[in-house]
């Protein structure tokens, strides 16, 4: 009889499995020089997002805490890709989701989510507008969140203050970026939202690599980490630059922001797609836009290696359908 280990090394258990290990690639039609960007495909985890990673850690480590029981329902308050990635977990494992997210974020955020069996009680903006989410809107949206939870007495995931999200990054993305570069990575860069990505990612890669820099990306005119007053709260970096410091966020991993303008985003996700065939959402493209500043300011040697990542897919941010204005 044949040895059939080898096939089922390739068959994965559950879309839990296909979890991380993205691939990095070389930004090098776009950005030619000088030093080298290299992006991090996160837009390949099944929920077409990087918050697959924080998602499964976070739901593993309520589990064998017992704060969430098997089959409990969950409850979390989102911009649509922790709801996107909670939604791949708590179907693989069986648990009820409700995810509360504001009118203002992308309606295809809550389609996916919905196809996945997870309910989504969308929140009317309080002083944004489709496209554009402030920190007002936010607080309204966990408002509705935290009602559900006392209502139900679902486990509440509570991305923004679970030290998790942080550790799902320091656990594996820091981990793969280190093995998938030769241990040679210059500078990361990455937007803050949770802040888990950039406080995780860095803190592992500095123990690796204690002269590399890391960088904010900030959204034009919402620079609360680099300490400047926000003048403009609506932009269009959608999970990204809600115009406080986030509680995950650990300054002494900090060596600098940048920010980038809606216009720059626009411009980075139209050049991504058009010479790297990458479709791409507006953080991701605020990323690379972001590292080609970096490069081209001189504040790093000329062959410098940038790590960012590209969070999500641009599928994410098509028009919104009729039925769900």
Not at 43 to 62: D, Q, T, V, W, Y
Not at 248 to 271: N, P
Request: with cysteine; aromatic share 6%.
């Amino acid at each position: 009889m044949a040895n059939n280990n080898s096939v089922d090394n390739e068959i994965k258990a559950s879309a839990l499995d296909l979890i991380g290990n993205t691939p990095i690639v070389a930004l090098d039609r776009l950005h030619p020089g000088p030093g080298r960007i290299l992006a991090k495909c996160e837009f390949m985890n099944p929920g077409a997002s990087i918050k697959c990673r924080s998602s499964l850690c976070m739901i593993k480590k309520a589990l064998a805490s017992g704060e969430l029981k098997p089959k409990e329902p969950v409850v979390e308050v989102t911009s649509g890709n922790q709801g996107c990635g909670l939604a791949v977990v708590c179907a693989v494992l069986g648990h009820p989701l409700t995810l509360a997210m504001s009118k203002g974020n992308s309606a295809q955020r809550a389609i996916h989510m919905e196809a996945l069996g997870a309910k989504c009680v969308r929140v009317p903006q309080v002083e944004g507008t489709y496209g554009n989410v402030t920190l007002n809107d936010v607080k309204a949206v966990e408002e509705v969140g935290l009602r559900i939870v006392k209502e139900t007495g679902a486990y509440y995931v509570n991305q923004f203050n679970n030290d998790a999200n942080s550790e799902s990054h320091y656990q594996t993305t820091g981990p793969e970026i280190w093995r998938q570069t030769g241990h040679r990575v210059d500078a990361f860069v990455a937007t803050v939202g949770t802040a888990g990505t950039f406080t995780g990612t860095t803190r592992y890669l500095k123990e690796k690599n204690p002269d590399l820099k890391a960088y904010v990306v900030e959204p034009e005119g919402a620079q609360p980490i680099r300490g400047l007053p926000v003048i403009k709260p609506l932009h269009l970096l959608q999970g990204s630059g809600y115009g406080c410091v986030p509680n995950l966020f650990k300054r002494e991993y900090m060596d600098g922001t940048l920010s980038v303008s809606d216009e720059e985003a626009m411009e980075y996700k139209k050049l991504i797609g058009e010479k790297e065939g990458l479709y791409v959402g507006y953080t991701s493209a605020a990323n690379v836009a972001a590292a080609v500043k970096l490069l081209k300011s001189g504040q790093l040697p000329e062959d410098s290696w940038v790590v960012t990542m590209l969070n999500d897919t641009g599928l994410k941010y098509t028009p919104v359908p009729e039925e769900f204005t």
